[in-house]
């Protein structure tokens, strides 16, 4: 035991022990209690001069197991060929911490280097290897999904020549220039380099993916900063870098090319600034049950590279079952899909200051969830690529069955359709409750948008419903009027059901909609609106003085021309006295990677 002077001297010498970056020690302070002085650990490949050989380990895996709350791991240049599992748990005040070096380079990837290929008999210039790997166990094609769409596409081998990725091939009868094949019965991997290099004589850098997994926070308040990940096996639905602990901080990270997603958020709390989520086969990041997610300053771009199905999951991102979710100040930019999605009970999320763009589906696809607050964004040239059923999903942003929402403050421009509804007949479990309920479009609020030179119609209305609901009542004919029919609960004052369950009974008056204060702007050969489906009764309105006659949407509207200093240079600064300022639909706050504001008198 030592007495509270001893304790003073011996922590001193253990800061001055400890200047120079060696890893510290504990001092006990009485019989029961320790005063723990934090901990530095040093990865790097091989010894750093000018450090204690104590403090220094190898691997990222080996500090990620000695490292205790309040401790930092640093990690220098390399390339890490592993898979992290951070299982101990910081706190809040002693979160633990692993940083790259500033200014040194620092790679975690899924693939191994391989060197000793054998020459294939034969004039195809081919070359194997053992390949003792097969990621997908429980399917017999080893591919997620596992139907023929995907019978490529869900396989999760990965082989890259100087960092250029091959094409795989599922036979190795169909072996030609630039391409692999991973035999898992035979245990042997095959390859033909695109430039015809024999790799028998110096093989230039190959890398073939054989880690699933490259990092997983398993405890909480971990935080981690400055570390590129990449080349993943991953398969399907699965994150390269999973996050399942509380409250853990991700900063300056890259998340690229992984087979599947390059990271799933899977737990309370957690905050992601300033990443980049870039060229993943699937997914940019995947999140379900994350509440309270926050994502600041981050870019997700050009992701689903392989081809996934974009009905099933695909694009920028994905989140389920989330609460209180913010998205702020990131861009959304080139996904091939859906820009941003939330799908399935997702509650009070919001969507603020971003800019999605060129996205090849809905820049913002909400569905089957709750309250979306989605509030000063720029949304352009989104939804123009011939997705099979995304129609009612194309347009800058989609509420799709999903009630409560406000989406208010944003220029939505340029896109295929600008605002759209999409409403089928719907069910889904809540947060707190998996028992599926019905969910339809009610209680929306859009109002002071900029909806402009949307190439089809700057709202649509896809309601794919045969009960009329779309419509007010005295538009409804007789036909959707006798499908509406139902007896309302008296006991519980709920909304009347029919024999199925589903909502009934309603029309455009019940369904509490408004569409106000919002400027909208289309060239002659270009809809204001579209409501309903093409396929069922619809209308089209070229002008507002109909949309509010019939729909009685808008009674403060204006169609009028929308100025912009450059719109190709993503200058949205507008005239003093623009209309859109007079009536409140500018954008408030900055938005990364345009210029917003009001441009100087001449």
Avoid at 153 to 160: H, L
Avoid at 300 to 325: I, P, Q, S, T
Avoid at 486 to 502: F, Q, V
Avoid at 574 to 601: E, F, H, I, R
Wanted: proline share 4%.
């Amino acid at each position: 035991m030592l007495l509270r002077a001893d304790i003073k001297i011996a922590m001193c010498l253990t800061v001055a022990l400890s200047s120079g970056g060696g890893a510290e020690a504990e001092i006990e302070s009485d019989a029961s209690a320790m005063v723990v002085v934090p901990r530095t650990w040093h990865v790097a490949p091989g010894n750093l001069r000018g450090l204690p050989a104590q403090a220094q380990v190898p691997t990222i895996s080996e500090a990620a197991a000695k490292a205790r709350p309040g401790d930092t791991v640093v990690i220098h240049e390399g390339i890490y060929r592993e898979s992290v599992m951070a299982k101990t748990s910081g706190t809040a005040a002693r979160p633990i911490r692993f940083k790259a070096a500033p200014g040194e380079h620092v790679v975690v990837t899924g693939a191994d280097e391989i060197r000793e290929w054998r020459k294939e008999p034969g004039d195809g210039n081919v070359f194997s290897v053992r390949w003792p790997h097969r990621f997908v166990g429980w399917s017999k094609t080893g591919t997620h999904p596992d139907d023929d769409e995907h019978r490529m596409i869900g396989r999760c081998e990965q082989v890259f020549i100087r960092g250029y990725p091959l094409l795989q091939v599922l036979d190795r009868s169909r072996l030609g220039r630039g391409t692999f094949f991973a035999d898992t019965d035979a245990n042997r991997l095959y390859i033909c380099p695109r430039d015809n290099t024999d790799l028998s004589k110096e093989p230039p850098l190959v890398e073939a993916s054989a880690r699933p997994v490259l990092w997983r926070s398993e405890g909480a308040h971990i935080h981690l900063r400055g570390i590129r990940f990449r080349y993943a096996a991953n398969m399907a639905q699965q994150g390269a870098a999973q996050f399942e602990g509380d409250h853990g901080v991700v900063e300056d990270c890259v998340f690229e090319s992984m087979n599947s997603s390059g990271a799933t958020f899977t737990a309370a709390g957690l905050e992601v600034r300033r990443c980049l989520f870039q060229e993943n086969g699937q997914l940019g990041f995947g999140a379900g049950r994350a509440h309270g997610l926050f994502l600041s300053e981050c870019i997700v771009r050009n992701n689903n590279v392989k081809g996934f199905d974009r009905g099933w999951e695909a694009g920028g991102n994905k989140l389920a079952l989330c609460r209180n979710v913010v998205l702020e100040k990131c861009q959304f930019v080139g996904n091939r899909g859906n820009g941003i999605w939330f799908d399935i009970g997702n509650e009070k999320c919001v969507v603020r200051n971003c800019l999605i763009a060129d996205n090849e589906d809905a820049g913002i696809f909400y569905e089957i969830s709750y309250k979306l607050h989605a509030h000063d964004n720029i949304i352009i040239n989104n939804g123009f690529a011939a997705t099979p059923s995304s129609w009612g999903a194309a347009a800058g942003i989609s509420l799709s069955s999903s009630p409560g929402s406000l989406i208010e403050r944003n220029l939505i421009v340029g896109n295929r359709e600008g605002f759209d509804f999409r409403e089928q007949y719907r069910k889904t479990p809540l947060i707190d409750d998996e028992k599926d309920r019905w969910i339809w479009n009610h209680d929306e609020s859009i109002r002071n948008n900029v909806l402009a030179l949307n190439r089809d119609a700057q709202v649509g209305g896809w309601f794919d419903v045969d009960d009329g609901r779309h419509w007010p009542a005295a538009m409804q004919d007789a036909a959707e009027k006798d499908k509406g029919k139902a007896t309302r609960d008296l006991a519980t004052n709920d909304t009347a059901k029919d024999e199925t369950g589903a909502p009934a009974g309603l029309t455009l008056e019940t369904l509490a909609i408004t569409f106000e204060n919002n400027l909208y702007e289309a060239r002659p050969w270009q809809n204001l609106f579209q409501w309903g489906v093409p396929w069922k009764r619809h209308k089209k309105y070229t002008n507002l003085n109909d949309i509010q006659a019939d729909l009685k949407f808008e009674s403060e509207g204006r169609a009028t021309t929308f100025k912009v200093k450059d719109y190709w240079a993503r200058d949205f600064r507008v005239p003093a006295g623009s209309p859109v300022l007079t009536m409140g639909c500018y954008p408030q706050g900055d938005v990364p990677g345009v210029k917003l504001g009001t441009l100087p008198a001449r």
